[in-house]
Every structure is written in structure tokens, then in C-alpha cells.
């Protein structure tokens, strides 16, 4: 509505012999929404009776007309952060600004500051409007849960079509083949390892998809065992490298010690040191070296993953460990994953105890931070038993998706 219009409203209603000042006093006296004039140094000249939505305390109209507003509801010396009132007062120009509110834990508020000046033009309060749009954001969340859940099923199908198609296909030939008598050795091998792999990535989603249902409802309990991480991880690295090399990378291991002992889930630690290297091999480039690295400081564990790549925006470090995000967008057209791998991975380090976080800059590359404790008492933990066929076997499933 233009200024004309509502003049033209106004001259309307006084023709009707309407008190104007009395009906703009009611409109916002009993809006749902919280009005408020401010005199400069943010004394409130007058409030409607929304005020007690955003304060328990008793506040009498001397101590709005001769305290500043943050005083009162807030016992602060100076104005709240990204206030639209101090903005308005600032610039003589309309601001608006997002705020909770303390006493709704939750509640989200929309606060617009309107400046008001007189026939000088000269700036003499400001009218500020808090509109309650929590149930909004609820609304505008879900929507985006919801879009969210959307892409991640067709992630998923895909990532169960792609696998399903190949297998699929190598049986056609294979079937061919058989009834044409021609098959021969080297080709058999051929199809029955691509029929292999592809099963494997069908596997590794799968597992994924129940941790992470495990995650969700809170039905995941470590299995503590008591070992030497500096064994453990050195075996890993170690065999990875054929996987590694297959990629025309490299992978080098070092530790400032050669005995660490810590109580983890043997098996979860393995998932996730062979999930960072996968991952750190996805995003290095040919030639390249991945460094795996254990160093202690008081009575913590650091294992670091560092990889030379791409790196990760500074946007997408905020989202990486959530589920079904990738890093690299065109890493992940290069190598397929439903983006599931990080989520578990924080997962199961924040259940033992510990912490993750990465480093990264876009073209210098990523590190990924363990940090986990070391306890000197270990109730419940019984000593670790090596298993290297399954090891490999987790290996050999994590770097499926890499072709």
C-alpha cells in the first residue's frame, strides 16, 4: 500500500468521525504481535501488552520510560548483539534482525525497527515490531528435512542401481558366453571380480544404512577391547597400500611411539581409519602421498589422516559430518557414495569418548583429527585378538565405490 492510499484511508475514516489516535492505540494494543516506541538511549515511551510474552519480570511503566530496554530485560550494560533497534537509531533507515527470545526456549522472533522522524526530519524514535515466526522456521526446516530425505532415497537408489546394472550385465555375458562355449579363464575372472566388487558396494551400503538406524535410535554400544592403536592403525596402513597403490597413490605411517594402549571398539576403529583413507584417496590426486600419523599429548591419542587435494570449502566443513553430504561435488560423480561414511565415523568416535574435526583449505588440501583417551583402567575390556582376514575383508569393501 502506497502512503497516498492510507492517507486517503485516514481522511476516510475522520470523515466518519472516527478517533484515529484511539483506533491505532487498539490495533496495536491488541495485535498479536509485540509493539514498542523507543526514545533515543532506548527508553520504550510506550509498550502494548505483549511485553509479557518476553519477561517474567514485574516492570513498571517508570523503569520502561527511564532505563535503557537492555537493562531491564536483559541486565546488560550496552545493547544486545545485532540489534535492530541500535541499527535503526544508527543509519535513520528500517532494520531488521533475528533474535530468541531467553524466557521461550526456542522461540525464534523477527524484530523490524521502523525510525521516526518529525516534520524537521529529525529522528526522534524508533517503532520496533517483534513477529513471532517460530512456527515458520519449524515449517521451513521440515520442508527442507523432507527435501533432504527426498534426494537421499534417489542417492540411494542409484546407489543400488548402479551396482545391481553391472552385476546384472556380467551375468548376461557370462550366460552368453557359457552357451557359446567361450568362455575362457582370464575372461571369467573378469566378470566374477566385477560381479565381486559390486557386491561388496551393495554390502557396504547396506552395513551403513543399519549403523546408521543403530545411530539414530540409540541402540550402538562399543565393544571395548584393550590394545596397541600403534599396531592396530600401523596394519591397516599397511594393508591398504595395495589398494592405495592401485590408485596411483601412496600411503606413509609414522608415530612418535611405538606402544600406545587405549580401550576402543577394535572393530569400529578399523571402519573408521579404512573410511578416512578411502576417502583421503578419492580426493588425492595421481602421484600423491596420504599420511597416516599418531602422536600423544597428556593423556590423549592423535591419529591424523592428511591427504593433498582438492580441500574443502569453508561451507562445506560445516556440513561434512551430517549425513548424506559430500565434500566435492565432482569427487563424488568420480566416486559414488551416498555420503553416510563421515556421519558413522563421528558417530562411533563421539560414543568412545572422543572427537573429530578437520582442517582444510581449498587447493592445500584436508587433515582429519582424532582425538581420543587414553585410560590407564579399562573396566569390561578384554585384550584384542588380530583378525586380518576380516580386516581385509573391510578393506576390500570400503574401496569398492572407487573406480
Not at 527511564?66 to 535513520?92: H, L, M, T, W
Not at 531467553?102 to 517503532?127: C, H, Q, S, T, W
Not at 566443513?317 to 555420503?339: D, M, P, V
Request: glycine content about 4%.
Amino acid at each position: 500500500m502506497q502512503q497516498s492510499d492510507l492517507e486517503e484511508t485516514f481522511n476516510y475514516l475522520k470523515s466518519k468521525n472516527v478517533d484515529i489516535t484511539k483506533l491505532v492505540y487498539e490495533l496495536m494494543t491488541y495485535s498479536s504481535d509485540h509493539f514498542v516506541f523507543k526514545k533515543p538511549g532506548f527508553k520504550s515511551l510506550w509498550v502494548n501488552r505483549k511485553i509479557d510474552d518476553f519477561t517474567d519480570k514485574k516492570i513498571t511503566k517508570e523503569e520502561l520510560k527511564n532505563k535503557p530496554c537492555y537493562q531491564i530485560f536483559y541486565d546488560r550494560d550496552k545493547p544486545c548483539e545485532n540489534c535492530a533497534v541500535e541499527k535503526s537509531f544508527k543509519s535513520g533507515q528500517p532494520e531488521e534482525t533475528e533474535m530468541k527470545i531467553p524466557k521461550y526456549d526456542g522461540e525464534v522472533y523477527i524484530m523490524k525497527a521502523f525510525p521516526v522522524y518529525n516534520r524537521e526530519n529529525e529522528l526522534v524514535g524508533v517503532f520496533e515490531l517483534r513477529l513471532n515466526i517460530t512456527e515458520r522456521k519449524r515449517l521451513t526446516e521440515r520442508l527442507e528435512y523432507n527435501n533432504k530425505k527426498l534426494n537421499t532415497f534417489d542417492t540411494l537408489v542409484h546407489e543400488i542401481k548402479t551396482p545391481l546394472n553391472l552385476i546384472n550385465t556380467s551375468l548376461q555375458i557370462l550366460e552368453n558366453k557359457v552357451e557359446n562355449d567361450k568362455l575362457d579363464k582370464e575372461k571369467l575372472k573378469k566378470y566374477l571380480n566385477v560381479i565381486n566388487k559390486n557386491n561388496l558396494r551393495l554390502q557396504k551400503l547396506a552395513n551403513n544404512i543399519l549403523e546408521i538406524n543403530k545411530i539414530n535410535n540409540g541402540k550402538y554400544t562399543p565393544c571395548l577391547e584393550k590394545f596397541n592403536v600403534v599396531e592396530i592403525i600401523k596394519n591397516i596402513v599397511e594393508s591398504s597400500k595395495p589398494y592405495v597403490n592401485m590408485n596411483n597413490k601412496t600411503i606413509t605411517f609414522n608415530s612418535t611411539q611405538a606402544d600406545i594402549l587405549i580401550c576402543f571398539d577394535v572393530f569400529d576403529l578399523e571402519r573408521v581409519i579404512i573410511n578416512l583413507i578411502s576417502n583421503a584417496v578419492k580426493h588425492t590426486n595421481d602421484g600423491n602421498t596420504i599420511e597416516v600419523i599418531l602422536s600423544t599429548q597428556e593423556n590423549t591419542v592423535i591419529i591424523t589422516v592428511k591427504d593433498n587435494g582438492p580441500g574443502i570449502s569453508r561451507h562445506k566443513q560445516l556440513s561434512i559430518f551430517k549425513k548424506y553430504s559430500q565434500g566435492n561435488e565432482t569427487t563424488f560423480r568420480l566416486c559414488e557414495g551416498a555420503g553416510l561414511g563421515l556421519f558413522i565415523v563421528k558417530s562411533i568416535i563421539e560414543a568412545n569418548g572422543g572427537t573429530i574435526s578437520v582442517i582444510s583449505k581449498l587447493n592445500e588440501g584436508s587433515q582429519f583429527i582424532i582425538k581420543l583417551p587414553i585410560q590407564s583402567i579399562c573396566e569390561n575390556c578384554y585384550n584384542h585378538k588380530s583378525d586380518q582376514y576380516k580386516l581385509e575383508n573391510r578393506i576390500q569393501m570400503e574401496f569398492s565405490d572407487i573406480y
